[in-house]
Every structure is written in structure tokens, then in C-alpha cells.
């Protein structure tokens, strides 16, 4: 009985009753396909406690210490997310209470954006919010904090948005990955015909003993 290879892909199991090349080059496609999924998956945004996430402000404005956490630190067309932290100014105390809100004005060209930045109660520490910046250029990020026994004031600092660049890693995977399908295509295509010719061939070899 030929032998049963059991190789793990992705959670599932392919089961190779014999070695053939077809399911060699299907079996490296998927692995290639799966190693694109996780790249691309990797990619996705992160988490405030594991993301790539940089102070761009920390100062006392009003009646708080106002810090600013901004991702991504270079930020490109797309979503921009703030995290805000505030404390009384004169206990040092977090303020879980507060109302935030980020305004994001271009100095040229778009839209003002604006979005509140709401903390939960898992972490009352955080408050995020998230902003759509839809062009390049210098923006004006104002953030408006108000409580009602702390009052209102606003940090104001600057953010730089660049244009997305062309391309990317997973841009990149992608192009190999269609590259090896490709290719793995034309092989499976070229193995079929030969293994049709050499069928055909032994036909005409056993109609030819046949007739004689």
C-alpha cells in the first residue's frame, strides 16, 4: 500500500496518496496563497497597547496635562487615530469623565474632520478617536477637551500628511505570488499534454499490436 503523506495547512490536512507533480505545485500555491493571507492580515491596524503609536504632545493647557498619542507616526492619506490622555492639572489624577473632541483643519486644500474621542470602560485611561485625512499637506489638529468642574481648553499642535506611496509589501506578495501561479499554471498545463501524448502514444502502440 503506497504511502500516505499528512501535511498540516492552515488547520486543514491534505492527504497525498502518492507524489505526483500537479499536487506538488497545488500544494505549493496554497502554502504561497496562506503566507499572503497572514502577510496581508499582519498588515491590519493595531491595538493602543501593541501599536505602533507615538507622543506627539504633552502639555498643560487650561486646567489639565494634556498628552497626545498619534498612529501612524508618518502619517499618509487615510485613517489617523489619536489617543488622548487627560489629567487635573493640580492632583495629577486621571479625568475618565471628560469630552474630547479632535478637529483636523487643512491648511490648503479638504475638509475640516472632525471626530470625538471616547474612552470605555475597560480602559477609561484612553480616550481614541479616529480622523479620515483626505489630502496631503499641513493640517491643524485641535483637541477639545471639557468637563464640567475642570472647564474647556484646547491643545493645539500640527500634523503633516504625505500621499500614499505606490506599491508596498503586500503589493510585492501579491506580484510574487501571481508570478508563481502563474508559472505553476503553465506547468500543470504542459505536464497534462505531455502525460495526453504519452497516453495517445501507448494507445497506437496497443491498437497496433492488436492488429497484427
Known amino acids: 500500500m503506497p504511502r500516505i503523506l499528512l501535511i498540516p495547512l492552515a488547520g486543514w490536512h ?19 496563497s496562506a503566507f499572503f493571507a497572514t502577510q496581508t492580515a499582519s498588515a491590519q491596524p493595531l ?11 504633552d502639555e498643560n493647557v487650561g486646567n489639565y496635562r494634556v498628552i497626545v498619542h498619534q498612529s501612524p507616526e508618518r502619517v499618509i492619506i487615510g485613517t489617523l487615530t489619536y489617543a488622548v ?20 483643519t487643512p491648511s490648503e486644500h479638504g475638509e ?13 485611561e484612553y480616550y481614541v478617536g479616529r480622523l479620515e485625512m ?7 489638529i485641535d483637541v477639545v477637551v471639557d468637563h464640567s468642574e475642570l472647564g474647556e481648553s484646547t491643545l493645539t499642535l500640527a500634523t503633516e500628511v504625505f500621499e500614499r506611496a505606490r506599491g508596498g509589501s503586500n503589493l510585492v506578495l501579491g506580484t510574487i505570488l501571481w508570478v508563481f501561479v502563474s508559472i505553476a499554471f503553465v506547468g ?14 501507448q494507445l497506437g502502440i496497443v491498437e497496433g499490436d492488436r492488429a497484427q
Open 112 to 124: 475640516r474632520q472632525v471626530a470625538p474621542a471616547l474612552n470605555s470602560p475597560a480602559d477609561r
Open 85 to 104: 490622555q487627560v489629567y487635573d492639572r493640580e492632583t495629577g489624577v486621571n479625568v475618565p469623565d471628560a469630552i474630547i473632541k479632535v478637529y483636523a
Open 14 to 32: 491534505i492527504h497525498f496518496l502518492k507524489a505526483s507533480p500537479i499536487r506538488a505545485v497545488i500544494l505549493v500555491a496554497l502554502v504561497s
Open 47 to 57: 491595538t493602543l497597547t501593541s501599536g505602533p503609536y507615538v507622543i506627539v504632545a
Open 188 to 201: 500543470v498545463t504542459i505536464y497534462l499534454v505531455r502525460k495526453s501524448r504519452r497516453a495517445k502514444i
Open 134 to 140: 483626505e489630502e496631503k499637506g499641513v493640517w491643524a
